[in-house]
């Protein structure tokens, strides 16, 4: 079988000025990534594929983002805004390369999914001229309608110019579609203007394509799907619909979510075989899961590696850089960053980890934390395997803990410690008779202070 060629085309350059945002609308995160990532991320990908991104003026993040995703991105700038088909001509550069089929997508749709641009392909291989993406809308209000007679799309109505009986279609169109690539710019260039607003409008392409002979269909999906996200209201309910539906994969793979409505996921989270994760954990991007591991409650998760049989929290915190070798153990109140914890190792307690290595079965105490900030610069810890170090240490970077070293509790080590050594520092403790009562004396300037009895 032949594989087809494909361009897609994706609009990026609206200002998203409804957002009340200095960010640009495609830029605004769901699931931890932005909404041009899921889009960029869902496009046709591999061989014989293009891809090309339309900003605005000034969006160079918008470049950067594309770039990032897909380095392969071409990007274009649509200088002026004349409507969604101009947008579409500022790629007639990527257009002109011939490309089988044109797909014409826009940045702020994130629950698009990949299928269904194969679906929207598909008739191109049946000798379509053009495919539209449609939807049945609860509410078809504001929305251009499909006008369909049998199989054939006919004309797609903006809401305005439709006639009563039009208004009563369902099926709305979603504004995405796919282009025969042999006829895209004899169809695009013949898209005029002459509308109230002086603009090039897409929609125009199926009148078009029809005249010139083509066939025009549509291929519908849910209106969940092509959510457009104009507002931070419409940002917040994309948001809900993602994670249902990452919940809802991460459940298929076998994922045991005890409360999945309170678990927060990113996109590119990464799961093991019988993973448990309980109620009101927070889990961000660049997250690997492995088998058996058991997230407890109100823990958060950023750019962390798990190995397997990990236990977290409650109410740990993973920063970024933290990766956990098999069977580890991180309980309440613990915080790493910049961390590699070998196997074995235990960090049950109230303690911070950060720059710092922890060889195999290694175990730190409560309230251990590794001193790795100067006020300057970050400096390393490094602590060998089965070393053991006492509740309340602090370990002033850089310092070395050698393999069995042992860590008396209290202790601040600020020179490294060899193998099998034991350290401990603590000045001696006194004990002064009658001290706490003269120095009560001293702060009441000798009048008797009688001790309130407990409640």
């Known amino acids: 079988m032949t594989v087809r060629s494909s361009l897609t085309i994706v609009l990026a350059a609206g200002e998203g000025t409804r957002m009340r945002s200095s960010l640009p609308k495609v830029m605004h995160p769901v699931a931890q990534a932005s909404l ?7 496009a046709p990908k591999g061989t014989g594929t293009s891809l090309a991104v339309v900003i605005g003026p000034d969006h160079q993040a918008v470049a950067d983002e594309a770039k990032r995703i897909r380095s392969d991105a071409l990007i274009f700038v649509q200088r002026e ?7 579409v001509l500022a790629a007639r550069e990527a257009i002109a390369q011939g490309m089988d089929d044109v797909l014409v997508a826009f940045g702020d749709t994130p629950l698009i999914t990949p299928e269904t641009f194969e679906r929207l392909r598909a008739p191109l291989r049946k000798g379509a001229a053009l495919a539209v993406l449609g939807f049945r809308a609860a509410d078809p209000t504001g929305y251009g309608r499909l006008v369909v007679e049998g199989d054939q799309l006919v004309a797609i109505r903006e809401h305005a110019d ?3 009986e039009e208004r009563k279609i369902t099926l709305c169109n979603a504004g995405v579609m796919a282009i025969d690539g042999r006829r895209a710019l004899a169809i695009l260039d013949r898209i005029g203007n002459a509308n109230s607003k002086g603009e090039y409008y897409l929609p125009d392409a199926v009148g078009i ?4 002979g083509g066939e025009a269909v549509v291929i519908e999906t849910s209106e969940d799907e092509v959510r457009g996200i104009n507002t931070k209201a419409q940002l917040a309910e994309a948001e809900g619909v993602m994670q249902a539906r990452l919940r809802k994969a991460a459940m298929e793979q076998g994922v045991t979510l005890i409360a999945p409505e309170t678990v927060y996921l990113a996109a590119d989270t990464i799961f093991g075989k019988d993973v448990t994760i309980e109620p009101f954990v927070v889990i961000g991007p660049g997250v690997s899961i492995s088998d058996g591991t058991v997230i407890h409650s109100f823990s958060h998760i950023v750019q962390t590696t798990l190995g397997k049989n990990v236990s977290i929290g409650p109410y740990a915190r993973l920063r970024p850089g933290t990766s956990l070798g098999d069977g580890a153990r991180i309980g309440n109140f613990v915080e790493t960053k910049a961390a590699t914890l070998e196997a074995g190792v235990k960090v049950n307690h109230l303690s911070y980890i950060g720059d710092a290595t922890v060889g195999a079965n290694s175990n730190i105490g409560a309230g251990t934390i590794t001193c790795n900030y100067d006020g300057f610069k970050k400096h390393k810890t490094v ?3 089965g070393a053991f170090v006492g509740t309340n240490s602090s370990l002033v970077a850089p310092v070395r803990i050698g393999n069995g070293a042992y860590i008396g509790s209290g202790s601040v080590i600020t020179k490294d410690v060899p193998d099998d050594a034991m350290a401990l520092e603590r000045n001696q403790q006194t004990i002064r008779e009658g001290g706490a009562a003269r120095y009560r004396e001293m702060k009441t300037g000798g009048k008797k202070v009688e001790k309130k009895p407990e409640k």
């Open 162 to 164: 439709a006639s009563p």
């Open 81 to 87: 805004r004349l409507g969604t088909a101009h947008a």
């Open 383 to 385: 602590i060998g395997t």
């Open 209 to 212: 394509a029809r005249a010139q």
């Open 36 to 42: 041009l990532a899921h889009v960029l991320g869902a």
